[in-house]
């Protein structure tokens, strides 16, 4: 019974996540006019270079959304320069219609083609091997066929939108650093060695293992070879997913531990109660979290803040940053109970904390022997004790979270511009 009320609540998810054909092609259509008068330009400005269509568009793994971001690549011959591909595509473009520069690792654009279709035009180097690349975006290509040529099965292409849906709605769908998450590669390539979403959240739920590796291709001898030949930094994430297409690549290098045990504890959820809900983006109730804080006595605390940094990845990943600095700042003081962050995909994003305080907290001063910094510490803290050749003092918590917050940002008035936060204001 369980099977088929898996099968039904997949197959209306499907129809609700899913772009019509009619949906799709009129997209298509959009596209290939845009891409036309893109190649004409190219061909009269006498550059090298040729045009793909990329990502889930290119590989119909699309899901249904509000807004539609179409990657489209400008593929230049090696010959270009690197650093100057990015204001060759902005001259290729100019005037084509209304058009933002995104900052990065290599400058992109993006383009309003309809009201809820963007176009990102993304400039790349045309090479022959992944060893060659010199940006990430320099693998789209090898990425793109890779799916088109292994992922032919409808089925397996369906079981994609459905693991894309159910990222999407838990909010661990996309490989920015406010997120943390599965990039949609990552999740055609998971689907397709696991062979169907279910598969694939049955088996990482289950998984006894400290790491999953998966190596579709076998471009290693066994887990332990991966273990030694991959670089330290690309061993952090609790997936490490080889990518078929360059063996020195974790295509879940991005993946943090927060994000995947959430993720774990969703796939959980779903499989013991199956249901349509698990794959509609969720809200977080600041109300029921609040009303269990105070039951808890805890201190609730809604904040907002706003950077000065583009609208997008960039401003995202800011703020992300901000929120774990300020939240390793709370900790010297409160014991965190919870927490979260909700980027608004502009210049803002929320943060909440509930908290309750330490009792008292150790403040390590200067050895005994730098008299000076020492005398500058008792003066600070009148209360104070030696320990192995270090002067100590303890302070009483006696301040809420929301006095703290207050305080804290006037003193740091000069970090907070440091961080490009333009304004920290409590909400609750």
């Keep these: 019974m369980k099977k088929l009320s898996f099968n039904s609540i997949l197959k209306q998810v499907l129809k609700s996540v899913k772009p019509s054909e009619q949906e799709f092609q009129d997209i298509q259509n959009f596209v290939d006019n845009f891409i036309q008068k893109i190649e004409d330009r190219i061909k009269k400005s006498g550059i090298n270079a040729e045009i793909f269509v990329g990502g889930s568009f ?7 959304k509000n807004k539609y971001d179409i990657d489209v ?22 005037d084509i219609g209304e058009t933002i520069m995104v900052h990065g690792s290599r400058d992109y654009f993006q383009i309003k083609i309809k009201e809820n279709v963007f176009i990102e035009i993304v400039p790349v180097i045309k090479i022959k091997t992944p060893k060659e690349a010199e940006n990430i975006t320099d693998l789209s290509y090898s990425h793109v066929n890779y799916i088109k040529r292994k992922v032919k099965s409808k089925k397996i292409l369906d079981e994609i939108m459905l693991a894309k849906a159910f990222c999407y709605a838990n909010h661990c769908y996309g490989a920015e650093s406010y997120i943390n998450g599965f990039s949609g590669y990552a999740l055609e390539l998971l689907v397709y060695h696991y062979k169907g979403f279910l598969k694939f959240i049955k088996a990482v739920t ?42 020195q690549r974790n295509a879940l290098a991005a993946l943090s531990k927060e994000t995947f045990e959430k993720f ?73 109970k919870d927490k979260g962050f909700n980027y608004n995909e502009k210049k803002a994003a929320r943060y909440y904390f509930v908290t309750k305080p330490k009792k008292e907290v150790l403040i390590g001063g200067p050895l005994m022997k730098d008299s000076d910094n020492v005398q500058a510490f008792k003066k600070k803290h009148p209360i104070y004790f030696t320990k192995k050749g270090k002067i100590y003092s303890k302070e009483i918590v006696d301040f809420t979270l929301e006095e703290f917050l207050k305080e804290w940002s006037k003193k740091n008035k000069k970090k907070l511009k440091e961080m490009h936060i333009t304004s920290l204001n409590i909400l609750k």
């Excluded at 290119?58 to 249904?64: G, P, Q, R």
């Excluded at 690549?73 to 100019?94: A, V």
């Design 206 to 247: 289950k998984s006894k293992e400290e790491k999953i590796i998966v190596d579709s291709e076998r471009h290693y001898k066994n887990k332990k070879t991966v273990l030694m030949d991959l670089n330290s930094s690309k061993l952090i994430s609790p997936i490490i997913l080889i990518d078929p297409t360059y063996k």
């Design 58 to 64: 290119a590989k119909k793994t699309v899901i249904k």
């Design 264 to 336: 774990k504890e969703d796939c959980k959820g779903f499989l013991a109660n199956p249901s349509e809900e698990a794959f509609q983006p969720k809200k977080t109730d600041l109300d029921k979290i609040k009303k269990e804080a105070e039951s808890k006595k805890c201190e609730f605390i809604l904040i907002e803040t706003s950077t000065d940094k583009q609208e997008g990845d960039v401003a995202g990943s800011k703020l992300f940053k901000f929120y774990n600095h300020l939240t390793k700042e709370i900790e010297k003081y409160f014991n965190i």
């Design 73 to 94: 690549f400008i593929r230049f011959d090696k010959k270009y320069d690197t650093n100057e591909i990015s204001s060759i595509t902005e001259k290729i473009i100019k």
